[in-house]
């Protein structure tokens, strides 16, 4: 997968067994006024973003000797903070427990590693993109062949109505929501409250949804023999690390740290295309350049934060050509200068994009289930007689 993906992936959305959304129901997509003027500003014609594609492409060119530095800096902190964790366990938890925080950032930091590595970005190998990604799909929970494939099947449908459901965030439009029977709307509202979502939602994904055959591993059975490897990995590693500590201290020491990076991952996926000026259309009206850079968000965040998650705050660049090693997003920006205003949701602003639940494909927003409510009390309100 480089810095154009065709359609060739595409999937049909698991959401087409219980979304039975007749097209009378289906509006066409369009913009009021207000909405249309503030997307003209931010979101850029098909030719445009072919040519800032174009322009990105130099940056798609790995260096060994930089992948390699990048990868020492993140394994080697990340052994000397567990290995201190394990050693303060017998002086108070509390220890243990502050440094779950940079130990999970640099998991954080291991698993977009393992992300370049998918897109076959961290090294100019094949074969040693899928090795590392391998391996440190043993220490991130994630199988490797199987995320990697998911994560393709993202990029290339991403902002795509026609084809959701592998390897992204359910998303409903208005109508499609207004169309559920009662129950069915309160397991979207349940599985889009913040507690779930970034609660029991990453334990769920990263410990379970993995290793189960749901949506594409239903059909992609040769995926399985590289999740079983994986999980007799884990196991192993668990079993040897616990024999060496004491497996109620390694659950201790390695349970926050994996809960805290998975709400951290699902956070940040959440973010990069969960923002209310995001892009969604028809299959007929997409395209793959306009939906990368419409669609994605520019994550401006902190030096620091920004190094525990590999510049991938930087996700429409990431979209526009996926080739592009994380140490290398940033330059993007500074030989593509109008990139930096696309979609920026700075760290204050992003915490708003929690209530952002559906996709209004009238006025081309994400908007909440409060907005929904009010526009609803507002109309009967309108069509009240006097």
């Known amino acids: 997968m480089g810095c154009h993906l065709g359609r060739g992936l595409a999937t049909p959305s698991p959401l087409d067994r219980f979304l039975v959304i007749s097209k009378v129901h289906r ?14 500003g931010l979101h850029p014609d098909r030719a445009q973003a072919r040519d800032w594609a174009r ?76 090795l590392l990604g391998a391996l440190i799909g043993v220490f991130t929970l994630t199988p490797h062949g199987y995320w990697r494939d998911a994560h393709a099947i993202h990029h290339a449908t991403s902002g795509d109505l026609d084809n959701r459901g592998i390897g992204d965030i359910v998303v409903l439009t208005v109508r499609e929501y207004q169309a559920l029977p009662r129950w069915r709307r309160l397991a979207y509202r349940l599985y889009r409250n913040p507690l779930v979502f970034f609660g029991l939602g990453p334990a769920y994904v990263f410990v379970l949804k993995f290793r189960l055959p749901l949506d594409m591993l239903r059909r992609r059975w040769r995926l399985l023999p590289g999740i079983l490897l994986t999980n007799l990995a884990i196991v192993a590693v668990i079993a040897l690390v616990g024999f060496v500590v ?7 020491i390695q349970v926050p740290i994996t809960m805290i990076a998975a709400s951290i991952g699902v956070w940040l996926f959440f973010v990069q295309h969960q923002f209310e000026a995001t892009s969604w259309d028809k299959a007929e009206g997409w ?8 669609g994605s968000s520019h994550y401006e965040l902190p030096a620091v934060l920004r190094w525990f998650t590999a510049n991938i705050g930087v996700h429409h660049v990431h979209h526009l050509c996926s080739r592009i090693p994380n140490y290398r997003l940033q330059d993007c920006l ?53």
């Open 27 to 40: 509006p066409q997509p369009g913009r009021d006024p207000a909405c249309a003027q503030a997307a003209s």
């Open 55 to 130: 322009r990105l492409k130099q940056f798609a060119k790995p260096s060994t000797r930089r992948s390699l530095f990048e990868l020492f800096v993140t394994v080697v902190p990340l052994i000397a903070i567990w290995a201190v964790m394990a050693l303060s366990l017998d002086y108070g938890y509390w220890i243990a427990l502050l440094l779950s925080l940079p130990a999970a950032g640099l998991v954080v930091r291991l698993f977009m590693i393992q992300h370049d590595c998918g897109h076959h970005a961290f090294f100019k190998s094949r074969r040693a993109n899928d």
């Open 246 to 252: 004491g497996y109620a201290e390694f659950a201790m």
């Open 287 to 294: 395209d793959f350049h306009r939906a990368a850079v419409a």
């Open 334 to 386: 500074k030989r593509v200068p109008e990139l930096r205003r696309i979609n920026r949701v700075t760290l204050l602003e992003s915490f708003k994009c929690v209530p952002l639940t559906l996709w209004d494909e009238e006025r081309r927003r994400l908007v909440s289930f409060g907005a929904l409510a009010r526009a609803r009390r507002s109309a009967r309100a309108e069509s009240a007689p006097d």
